[in-house]
């Protein structure tokens, strides 16, 4: 059974940090582009930070370049985002996101949510 875990939201004041984390099971994990995304009410889910297994490259939205960073250890199946510098636009549901690179294989998180406010 695929499974992916999502923790680590919460409400925290601008400028401050958290760390999301998102621990996966039910499928080869290491081989997956991992991704987060993140929707805040009335918008579409947006890519934020995304992590390629195989190269170790990583991309990222704009509006979070030199604040966010993620990463994943393949040994204990997760994968992180962390946090920096948040600003109240970066309130959303945060989604962890599985992506098989040559197959039709994706899967979801239930998502954490974000609340960034004084």
């Known amino acids: 059974q695929v499974q992916l875990v999502e923790s680590g939201g919460g409400l925290v004041q601008p400028g401050g940090s958290l760390r999301l984390s998102c621990a996966a099971s039910?499928?080869?994990?290491?081989?997956?582009?991992m991704s987060w995304y993140r929707q805040a009410p009335g918008k579409e889910r947006e890519l934020v930070a995304a992590f390629s297994g195989g190269l170790g490259s990583t991309n990222y939205a704009d509006s979070v370049k030199g604040r966010f960073t993620i990463s994943r250890d393949n040994a204990e199946n997760t994968v992180y985002l962390q946090m920096n510098s948040l600003k109240p636009e970066d309130t959303a549901v945060y989604y962890c996101h599985a992506n098989h690179p040559l197959r039709s294989l994706a899967y979801w998180g239930q998502g954490t949510q974000v609340t960034v406010s004084s």
């Open positions: 039910g499928f080869t994990f290491s081989i997956y582009v």
